[in-house]
């Protein structure tokens, strides 16, 4: 039997001048969908599905807020990694 990695949790400041806007939440629901885990973003009492683009854009995060990225499941490792270089990398260059 595997051991299983514990729930991974990150936390990004949203660097974008536009915030988390319709092409940047697009382009976060296009990441999470291609991994097994459930992949949440969290800024401050509100939390999202990162599947949904509706509750991605409902964070309303705006340049300067600090989101909590968390993934648990099969693939958590590589789904933290792919969503956390898309939000430090600027949401603007993708």
Excluded: K, N, W
């Excluded at 990695?5 to 092409?23: C, K, W």
């Excluded at 409902?58 to 792919?82: F, H, I, K, Q, Y």
């Amino acid at each position: 039997m595997s051991e299983r990695i514990a729930m991974q949790i990150r936390e990004i400041e949203i660097t974008s001048p536009h915030g988390l806007h319709a092409r940047a939440c697009s382009r976060i629901v296009q990441i999470a969908s291609r991994f097994r885990c459930d992949v949440s973003l969290i800024s401050g009492v509100r939390r999202a599905s990162a599947r949904s683009i509706i509750a991605v854009m409902l964070l309303s995060a705006a340049v300067g807020t600090t989101v909590r990225v968390e993934t648990d499941g099969p693939d958590e490792l590589a789904a933290m990694t792919a969503i956390v270089s898309l939000l430090s990398d600027g949401l603007e260059q993708r």
